[in-house]
DNA sequence: CGTACCTTGAACCGGCCGGTTCAAATATTT
DNA sequence: AAATATTTGAACCGGCCGGTTCAAGGTACG
């Protein structure tokens, strides 16, 4: 008899749980930073997008700049997640490497374009100078740990003498960085949608290369 | 009538240029935009680091949004070059292809890391979806220009048979990929300066896999 | 010297914004 | 249902900002 909520939908506004509220709050005020960037939003606009009063967010939120790093951080959990589960397929790859890796590039791109990411990383690089723990932070959660974690299954694929390298850091980094650094341009810096077609020849050719420089050689 | 104030002819050191000062406006402008973001910039900072009065600048150069615009422009003319100059070594390679990549691979970084280049990205991707015309103006001249112009050379090593590949589009993104996305990270998205040390052993590790990928075949 | 153009500083304007206050309305707990 | 906590809308405040105006100097040039 305590957490009964959600009555039905009346013709009032419908009531949230707490958590709800926050959580809407915080969604609203990352599209709309992401949408007219840090200095241009305004907190009314905001508790507009939200459902909610201006006051409200102060409430619960404190200032726009406590508004703005708690946004960032609800934003990066959501995509670090997507971007980790794409490594799956190198856990069980076939007899033949390919397959796998493109599975996995195509699926990094994927979460690498999708609409929150980009504007992640825009708000990200844009207030960077101003928040520099932030920046930290969400660096650590995301990128840091998603290549950290290639790096993992790329060392046990070495050791499986299905790739060869030394060096699996250098190898994760080299694999995400052909797979991430021609979308700048293709995507125009994250403003324009991609076709899913191109992110997949964009995954081949990575895996072309990466498989000429890290596959196994061929015995002689 | 009688538009003849500072003739083309000027050039002079005295007080001020007439041209002068529009630079120094120009300059005053990206160096704030840069340290304070868009949004949070306000015009009387600008004529005061410019050390200029804010009629001044609503006189020469209209409104805010332009003096943004003109001050990006010019500021990747600044950098475009001096990244175009990174691919002379290209022109004459040594008997073995690896020096010259990687002189042209370290100067490409160092471009890429500058200060300015650094700031001029991270406005240009804070901004974007709010300048888009811009947007396709500076990757037109910036990036992209580069990227053809890498074209271009490993296209005449191809054809000279120093370099095995058809598609020299794709090697010259991936080449530009392999440089460039690692620095995502290790420069905190532009925000942390990068030894020359780092970018020697980052531009090394390209070059060898590029080489791999694209290197010269062994014959026989 | 005179004139015609700029620049300068300062003041000004309208407007918006971050943040607070407050009384009324709603929700939640007991 | 009474009591308590929260939300809401609206108004308010101080302040800054984009942009303009204006009078008082420069400065170049005939």
Known sequence: MSRAKTPEAGGRGEPR????????????????????????????????????AKPTIY?????KETLF??????????????????????????DDMRPALEETGLRLLRSH???????????????????????????RVGAQRVQDALA?????????????????ERAS????????????LRSALGTRPVADEELRSVAEAAVDTFLLAYGPRDPG
């Open 17 to 52: 749980g707490h958590a709800d509220k926050r959580r809407a709050i915080l969604e609203a005020a990352f599209r709309t930073f992401a949408r007219d960037g840090y200095g241009q939003s305004c907190v009314r606009e905001i508790a507009d997008e939200a459902a909610v």
């Open 113 to 139: 374009v999708c609409q929150e990411s980009q504007a992640l990383r825009r708000l990200l690089s844009a207030e960077a100078p101003r928040f520099p723990e932030l920046l930290e932070e969400i660096q």
């Open 173 to 184: 980094e080299q694999f995400l960085a052909l797979l991430t650094g021609p979308m700048e």
């Open 69 to 94: 790093r708690e946004a960032m951080k609800a934003a990066v959990e959501h995509t670090a997640d997507r971007s980790l589960s794409a490594l799956e397929p190198l856990r069980t790859p076939g």
């Open 59 to 63: 409430n619960r939120l404190g200032d």
């Open 152 to 168: 993992d299954r790329l060392a046990r694929l070495a050791l499986a003498k299905r790739l060869e390298t030394t060096d699996v």
